[in-house]
């Protein structure tokens, strides 16, 4: 069945550095867009970074711009965020996301448990 496992969160003080990974399973991972979202306490959940299927495009949203770098490895099927200069705004669920489209408009999804990002002095 399709898993997506996320790893590598915690807690790091303002300034410091997490990398996440996301293992992915059950499904042609290079075939497939990854994203990371997030989700901190009482909001919405945001985009974050996307990387292309082919690996050859990623996007950031405006405040992860400089400081997150998004990856994939679809040799090991795997997809990475490196997050550097951590603010406490960054503290939130973490989510891998798996995105495909397909004709006529409709999308397949997939989605991670999350992993905690903490960032507190």
């Known amino acids: 069945q399709v898993q997506l496992v996320e790893s590598g969160g915690g807690s790091v003080q303002p300034g410091g550095s997490l990398r996440l990974s996301c293992a992915a399973s059950?499904?042609?991972?290079?075939?497939?867009?990854m994203s990371w979202y997030r989700q901190g306490s009482g909001k919405e959940r945001e985009l974050v970074a996307t990387?292309?299927?082919?690996?050859?495009?990623?996007t950031y949203a405006a405040s992860m711009l400089g400081r997150f770098t998004i990856s994939r490895d679809n040799a090991k099927n795997r997809v990475y965020l490196q997050m550097n200069s951590l603010k406490p705004e960054d503290t939130a669920v973490y989510f891998c996301?798996?995105?495909?489209?397909?004709?006529?408009?409709?999308?397949?999804?997939?989605w991670g448990q999350g992993t905690q990002v903490t960032v507190s002095s």
């Open positions: 996301n798996a995105h495909l489209r397909l004709p006529f408009g409709q999308e397949i999804n997939y």
């Open positions: 990387v292309t299927s082919a690996d050859i495009g990623t």
């Open positions: 059950g499904f042609t991972f290079s075939s497939y867009g």
